[in-house]
């Protein structure tokens, strides 16, 4: 079972590494602007510096299915196994034997909006996958942020 720690907690309990990492920033953008953003799913590679393409079947909500594309033309699926409309979600993209979540989600404190986009991967091949894809996600994802901030500030 998936645990979803709370924004205060996790940020101060767990360590980051290349298996498990996240990135959190601060604006002045309504919570809205950013979940718009994150949920205009053939839009992400706009803001996303690591994706060629992305598509979703349906509307974003519980269960919803899609496909994103890497700059390297890796295709993977996703599914959408957590969502709180407004609030957060996590997607999950099956990996061999292992499997990639990213977690996105909002909280506003002291008339500011804070979002996290946290990734993390499990199963038995997870730390492999890690090993192989997490420096470079890392790497790419204080750009990420940046990117959605700028765009939910215009």
């Known amino acids: 079972m998936l645990a979803f720690l709370p924004f205060n907690s996790f940020s101060q309990a767990v360590e980051q590494t290349d298996k498990h990492f ?7 953008a309504e919570p809205e602007k950013i979940w718009d ?6 839009n992400w590679n706009t803001w996303d510096t690591g994706l060629k393409d992305a598509s979703i079947t349906g509307p974003f909500q519980l ?4 496909t994103i ?5 890796r295709t993977s699926k996703f599914k959408v196994v957590h969502f709180e409309k407004g609030k957060s979600y ?6 061999p034997f292992s499997a990639l979540y ?3 989600y909002l909280e506003v404190r002291d ?4 979002f996290t986009h946290e990734v993390w991967f499990t199963g038995l ?30």
């Open 22 to 28: 996240w990135n959190t920033l601060q604006t002045t």
């Open 37 to 42: 953003i994150w949920t205009d799913v053939p």
């Open 63 to 66: 269960n919803a299915k899609g």
């Open 69 to 73: 594309v890497s700059l390297k033309n």
């Open 90 to 95: 996590t997607f999950k993209t099956r990996l």
């Open 102 to 104: 990213v977690k996105r």
């Open 111 to 114: 008339g500011f909006t804070y």
């Open 125 to 154: 091949t997870g730390g492999i996958f890690a090993k192989r894809f997490g420096p470079e996600f890392r790497r790419l994802l204080p750009e990420v942020m940046q990117n959605v901030q700028q765009s939910a500030e215009k």
